[in-house]
């Protein structure tokens, strides 16, 4: 179930345009269903600099207070996306810039 109620598309903090800043580092999680574990990779993102990406569909809202809770006070500081595929990702930073994770792909 995909649920969106906070901001969906931010740039860095002070920014008006709502681009996604340049970033040398983006995590991109594929329809993340668990708050806490969104809002602790979030966290992890602010400390390294990174944009999170999330492609829907979300199993919980945006601004859910287990994401705020599990990210604590530094979800303000983050720089994140919401999109709808992930070729929207993939085309905005380039094809050949994607590393694949899954603990369901079929190939090593």
């Known amino acids: ?30 329809e993340p269903e668990i708050a806490a574990n969104t809002g602790s990779v979030g966290r992890t993102c602010v400390a390294i600099g990174a944009m999170l990406w999330l492609v829907r569909p979300l199993g919980f809202h945006v601004n ?31 094809y050949d810039r994607l590393w694949l994770f899954s603990t369901k792909a079929r190939q090593t």
């Open 64 to 94: 859910d207070r287990n994401i705020r809770r599990a990210g604590l006070d530094y979800w303000q500081y983050l720089n994140w996306r919401v999109v709808d595929h992930l070729d929207e990702v993939a085309s905005e930073l380039g």
């Open 1 to 30: 179930m995909s649920r969106i109620d906070g901001p969906i598309d931010r740039g860095p903090p002070g920014s008006s345009d709502g681009l996604a800043p340049a970033s040398h580092l983006h995590v991109i999680l594929v």
